[in-house]
């Protein structure tokens, strides 16, 4: 899975306080279908250090790859 675009700037509907999605562990992730081909939308939920849990989406584009020789 790859991100289309920029991921989200996160802002914690609690405290307000600015979320890392690169370095905050998910507590939870959700993989909703998407309107275009292969894509689908990422749900992750990161906890804030706040202790508030906020959710970020974002569009991502499936590929598939073989694994070694056929």
Not at 4 to 22: E, F, K, L, N, Y
Not at 36 to 64: F, H, K, M
Request: hydrophobic share 40%.
């Amino acid at each position: 899975m790859r991100p289309i675009g920029v991921a989200p700037q996160t802002v914690c509907w609690h405290c307000g306080r600015s979320i890392d999605v690169a370095v905050n562990e998910k507590a939870a992730r959700y993989l909703y279908r998407a309107d275009q081909p292969l894509t689908i939308v990422v749900e992750d939920w990161l906890l804030c250090s706040c202790g508030a849990y906020q959710n970020v989406r974002q569009l991502t584009e499936i590929t598939v790859e073989s694994l070694g020789n056929s």
